[in-house]
């Protein structure tokens, strides 16, 4: 399933132009003003921003990041939680992200079991950035991760047109 997802998505981000390259991937959310989805992120950066503001009265040991594609945003949140891991399920934007983001807190996973990987780590914050959209269903999942989860542990949805 995870691979015949995998050739269809990157091959429509390669369409939309969508895979970066390293140096870009870097940078993100910054990027060239000449790019196609610049305005987009331009948004994203804003709402990084509110983003960063509610995580700097809070204080967060362990975050998943459940769908981190290339990687940016884990790497993003590895700046301000101890231990950060990304998950995926789309091997060639892995790579990339493990071949980028190279900061001891982060680490990838391709567990495609997400539950199982949210048990094992019992992450205290769980983000889904420009996700959520692609699990059915959506509630179900989040549901379950809830049930998981500790009390005090919160569920992030950012960017995401759900
Ligand atoms: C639009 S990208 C967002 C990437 C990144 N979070 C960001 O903010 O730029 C959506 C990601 O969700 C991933 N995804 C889709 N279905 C998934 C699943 N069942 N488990 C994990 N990731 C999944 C895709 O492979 C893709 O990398």
């Known amino acids: 399933m995870g691979n015949n997802f995998e050739q269809l998505y990157i091959k429509l981000r390669k369409a939309e132009q969508r895979i970066l390259s390293d140096e870009q991937v870097m940078k993100l959310p910054d990027i060239e003003n000449q ?13 990084l921003q509110r983003f960063d503001n509610y995580l700097a009265n809070r204080s967060f040991k362990t975050a998943l990041e459940i769908g981190c594609g290339n990687g940016w945003f884990s790497n993003w949140l590895a700046k301000r939680v101890s231990k950060v891991t990304g998950q995926d399920i789309n091997q060639t934007e892995v790579e990339q992200a493990r071949r980028v983001f ?16 949210s048990h094992n780590l019992m992450p205290d ?13 959506e509630e179900k999942l989040i549901e379950n991760l809830l049930e998981l989860l500790s009390d005090s542990s919160e569920i992030h949805i950012l960017d995401t047109p759900v």
């Not at 790019?35 to 709402?47: A, C, F, I, M, V």
């Not at 190279?102 to 990987?117: A, K, R």
């Not at 914050?125 to 269903?137: D, I, M, T």
Request: proline share 5%; aromatic share 14%.
């Open 102 to 117: 190279t900061t001891e807190n982060l680490q990838f996973s391709t567990e495609e079991n997400v539950l199982e990987l």
């Open 125 to 137: 914050l769980v983000v889904f950035n420009a996700s959520l959209q692609y699990f059915n269903p």
């Open 35 to 47: 790019h196609p989805h610049y305005s987009e992120w331009l948004k994203r950066k804003d709402t």
